[in-house]
């Protein structure tokens, strides 16, 4: 996102305005009108625009689009004076031929020139906003969503990158089938790669020349491997090098170098149907694959499992590695230096300051500590070639009339800038390889752009990516932090229960035995390096995509506490959103990304979704606390009592450890109470979150006060009983086996003695409040759900407020996308009101029974169904608010009706009340203020 202001805006688009009064025709004129106007907006045209994408319409019939920003707008040009009302119907013939559906744009922008015509897809006004060229800087507000809504023109989904996956993945399951396994499968596969990129942009010299080395080979493929295997040998020797009598053929191929072709590695023989594979590979168009996503997906080719790698498929699942597409990428290198270098790119205005910057570029260091195929990486390095390109254009490039003669010369930025650690040796290699396929792409861009470039080959900079522990290796042996500028990445995605114990010991050196470091996800250790890291050069900025579980539940206090200690900030922030890898298969994630370093000034950017597939909303805010919410650094941790005095305890409810045999279906009780209407003392209605939520309630044989007479004469009790005893008996969980001898019982009870309020202790994301309801102490609470005795109407009220439920939103931990609700984080530490005017208190409980009436008068709806966001009654929906203006009022709450203005305002209660504790409640727990502010309690 830009720093830039609507009256920037206004002031650019009257020089614009001014600038392209004369223009009028569409050929000479459109693509630098459209330039121009983007750059009103701060958008660049080597990362905001395509020009002339070609689409596919109806009828098979071809069509470019003039310009086009992915899932933002498409723009047709006109000549001045041609109807813009049929330009639309073209148009909007184009977008429906957009078969991706996160690139189908959401306005167009029809233009002859002189008159803009803007439409709004996502508007039921069908009609567009006119205005001429004249008074377009007047109506800049019209335009502002391409500030807000910046998106660069992604490449996930161009068919090159499936086409070419597919065909590797063809030929790799073809050599595995013939044997050819292990590392040298690997690495064949890899130098493979490569010789198909360079065969179609010119590395190796002419086009085409693989293509035909493979194609003069001959049908039945009994010589293609010995033609490999001696290209590879000339790939790996300087020409000066190679032998006189050598074929020419193949001295015609560049000198590569760089390490790629040194290593001697068996080549693998072929028959008819491998070569005829390897020939349909060759006759791709490989010059337009994205390194970043194609290196995603050739990794999990290679996952299908060689040899000595049969079970990498399994143990990349272990190692959480999922694959960050470039709109993620973006989304963390854009904030954590590209904007900046992109505003310092714009604020230099004078030479000096010009040549500063490119002076500066080639200099930044860039470390990516679990780099897996180097997404993260090559991302960075392309945007950063880019930046470099417009200082040089600006410095340097006269135009056609005075090109640059050398520009190899001033493109400084390289490859060897960029670090990282990946623990797959595979990644390691199809890593340095995207590197160098990035570069030469670089290079090509650079000569497009100015009439010549730097060469690729030989390869002369090297990528520094190390294959090995990241958790375990010293950064500094990588890039000393003292170089060092950014660090960045997705490190692996494992929650605190699926670590293993080689990851958790890995963890516990990181932590050096801190408490409750078991508790966190595996991710949290990069936090902590880096943390480390950046004790030794306080200006590195770092970045990581994380499980959004470390900003939710006991996680936050456990980990901020380490990094507060060390004055650590977080400096931007994407809370809670949803994307998927770009591997084979798609894991769906839901993942928090954090930017954060020792320097805690100026703004911070906040990144809120409206949902978890909706676009990111940018929120300037004071500070970042660790549940991501603009409000007080407090860390809330799990507190065994209450905060607040006079509450009830919250109970969770009790588990039968019974195999099932305790409980009971409602056919099963009727069939029981059919042949003995005696049993009926001993059954009661049981249940949890969903029981109550769907009003189908299950049943169970409630033994407490039975005899031992009673419970061997009856057949069908002791038949249970005997059965529950057996699998305790046999069960290798200690909870449960240490519970054997008392088989007639429930494992663990926690039933209240008295009517209580059930807390599902899971609830959708689907609803905007937690459904609570009351339920009479005859009925058995089910180990899903939370038990709230002696709960008056002002407990159900302000726990079915949104005041509580947005806290409940921030601080609650998430299974999957699911709130988790929980005694010791939300309920022990949420502030109610102390001393509340009695007038308020009834307002609250006059509302809270206007709620339950209505809830109770709703037919043939259940609770759960009534509180989904999409089929929440109107009148429920109306008492809701009554009770929040209630809740409101008795808090002294006035502002936003957003979760994040009411989180903030409760933090600031949270921390007003718990400094006030005295020193003998809060004991170790003793709020102490920290050199950033953030108060630990």
């Not at 190692?319 to 993620?328: D, F, I, K, M, P």
Request: aromatic share 10%.
């Amino acid at each position: 996102m830009a720093d830039i202001t609507i009256n920037e805006v206004r002031r650019r688009l009257q020089l614009f305005a001014k600038e392209h009064e004369n223009d009028r025709e569409e050929k000479q004129y459109a693509q630098q009108f459209m330039r121009d106007f983007y750059a009103c907006f701060g958008l660049s045209k080597s990362s905001a625009s395509m020009f002339e994408k070609k689409v596919i319409k109806f009828g098979n019939a071809r069509g470019y689009i003039d310009s086009f920003i992915p899932g933002v707008l498409l723009v047709e040009q006109k000549t001045t004076g041609e109807d813009l009302y049929k330009a639309y119907e073209q148009a909007t013939d184009y977008a429906m031929a957009i078969t991706n559906e996160f690139e189908k744009p959401q306005y167009i922008l029809i233009s002859d020139f002189q008159t803009f015509h803007l439409y709004n897809l996502h508007s039921l006004d069908k009609e567009p906003l006119i205005c001429s060229l004249s008074e377009i800087s007047k109506r800049a507000d019209w335009f502002m969503f391409l500030v807000d809504k910046r998106v660069i023109a992604y490449s996930e989904e161009l068919p090159i990158n499936r086409k070419a996956v597919e065909q590797i993945a063809k030929l790799h399951d073809a050599l595995l089938k013939a044997n050819y396994t292990g590392r040298d499968l690997e690495s064949f596969l890899t130098r493979l790669l490569f010789c198909l990129f360079a065969d179609d942009t010119g590395i190796f010299g002419e086009d085409g020349q693989f293509k035909k080395l493979v194609a003069k080979t001959k049908e039945d493929g009994s010589d293609l491997g010995m033609a490999i295997a001696m290209l590879f040998q000339v790939l790996n020797t300087a020409h000066d090098k190679r032998q006189t009598n050598l074929d020419e053929a193949l001295k015609a191929f560049e000198y590569v170098n760089g390490g790629l072709f040194a290593e001697q590695i068996s080549i693998p023989s072929f028959d008819f149907d491998l070569r005829t594979i390897l020939v349909k590979c060759s006759e791709l168009d490989w010059s337009g694959i994205s390194p970043a996503i194609f290196g995603a997906m050739f990794q999990s080719v290679l996952e299908a499992g060689a040899t000595d790698t049969a079970h990498r498929k399994e143990s990349r699942r272990e190692l959480g590695a999922h694959y960050t597409s470039e709109r993620n990428i973006l989304k963390v290198i854009q904030p954590l230096f590209l904007d900046e270098l992109h505003k310092e790119f714009e604020q230099a205005i004078t030479k000096p300051k010009l040549q500063a910057l490119y002076d500066k570029l080639h200099t930044l260091k860039f470390f990516d500590p679990a780099c897996g195929c180097g997404n993260f990486l090559v991302i960075a390095y392309r945007e950063l070639r880019r930046i470099e390109n417009d200082v040089i254009a600006k410095l340097y490039f006269k135009g056609e009339q005075g090109g640059l003669l050398d520009v190899k010369e001033y493109c400084k930025v390289s490859i060897e800038q960029f670090y990282g650690i990946e623990i797959d040796e595979a990644a390691v290699h199809i890593a340095r390889v995207a590197m160098y396929i990035t570069d030469h792409q670089l290079n090509l861009e650079s000569g497009n752009r100015f009439g010549e470039t730097r060469a690729t080959v030989p390869l002369v900079a090297t990528p520094h990516i190390h294959c090995g522990n990241a958790l375990r290796t010293d950064w500094n042996s990588i890039v000393k932090a003292e170089d060092c500028n950014y660090v960045f990445g997705n490190p692996p995605f494992i929650g605190a229960a699926l670590k293993n114990t080689e990851q958790q010991s890995e963890m516990d050196s990181v932590f050096y035995n801190i408490d409750g470091a078991g508790k966190l996800d595996y991710v949290c250790a990069w936090y902590v390096k880096a943390t480390y890291y950046t004790d030794i050069n306080s200006d590195i900025k770092c970045a990581f995509v994380s499980t959004n579980s470390i900003a939710q539940g006991e996680q936050p206090a456990i980990l901020w506490k380490v990094l507060f200690k060390h004055g650590i900030s977080i400096n931007f922030a994407h809370r809670t959103f949803r994307w998927s890898n770009e591997g084979r298969g798609v894991a769906a994630v839901h993942c928090v990304i954090i930017g954060f370093s020792k320097h805690s000034g100026g703004a911070k950017k906040l990144f809120t979704y409206e949902n978890l597939k909706a676009d990111p909303v940018l929120v300037i805010a004071n500070q970042i606390n660790p549940y991501l919410v603009d409000a007080a650094n407090v860390l809330i941790e799990n507190r065994s009592n209450v905060l607040c005095p006079n509450l009830p305890d919250l109970i969770r409810g009790s588990i039968p450890y019974d195999d099932g045999n305790l409980l009971l279906s409602e056919d099963e009780k009727n069939a029981i109470l059919s042949a003995d209407s005696s049993l009926e003392k001993y059954i009661k209605k049981y249940g949890g979150a969903k029981e109550m939520l769907s009003n189908e309630w299950r049943y169970c044989f409630w033994l407490k006060d039975a005899t031992p007479t009673e419970i061997v004469s009856n057949k069908v009790i002791k038949n249970r009983v005997e059965a529950v005893r057996d699998f305790r008996e046999k069960s290798k969980t200690s909870s449960v086996h240490s519970k054997k001898d008392i088989p007639a019982l429930f494992g663990d009870i926690r039933q209240p003695s008295a009517d209580y309020l059930l807390i599902p202790r899971h609830s959708s994301e689907n609803r905007k409040f937690i459904p609570i309801a009351y339920v009479s102490k005859e009925v058995i609470c089910a180990d899903s759900a939370y038990a709230l005795p002696n709960a008056s109407l002002y407990h159900f009220g302000i726990l079915s407020s949104s005041l509580h439920n947005a806290w409940m939103r921030t601080v609650c931990g998430r299974l999957k996308s699911d709130y988790r609700y929980s005694g010791g984080i939300v309920y022990n530490n949420f502030v109610w009101v102390s001393n509340l005017d009695e007038v308020l208190r009834a307002n609250i409980e006059k509302c809270s029974q206007q709620v339950l009436d209505i809830r109770a008068n709703l037919k043939d709806t259940t609770v759960g169904d009534a509180y989904k966001v999409i089929a929440m009654p109107t009148e429920l929906v109306k008492a809701h608010k009554d009770l929040d203006k209630a809740v409101d009022e008795a808090y002294g709450y006035k502002g936003g009706d957003d979760d994040a203005s009411r989180v903030a305002f409760l933090f600031k209660r949270y921390e007003e009340l718990t400094s006030l504790l005295p020193a003998t409640v809060v004991k170790k727990k003793r709020a102490k203020k920290q050199d950033d502010g953030g108060l630990l309690i």
